[in-house]
């Protein structure tokens, strides 16, 4: 269980995910609304990343 807990690449806030998310998956940051894209694998959510989307 647990969702990830990633952190936006640009200005570090906490990204607020749905729990519905996946690699892959472009998201906003609600802090800078910088596009973010969630990487890693699907199965183990715990060890994404997020990477600088633009
Ligand atoms: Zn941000």
């Given at each position: 269980m647990g969702s990830p807990n990633l952190e936006c690449p640009i200005c570090e806030a906490d990204l607020a995910l749905n729990g519905d998310e996946r690699p892959g998956e472009e998201v906003f940051c609600?802090?800078?609304?910088a596009p973010v894209v969630l990487v890693g694998d699907e199965d183990d959510p715990e060890n994404w990343e997020a990477e600088d989307g633009i």
């Open positions: 609600s802090y800078c609304g």
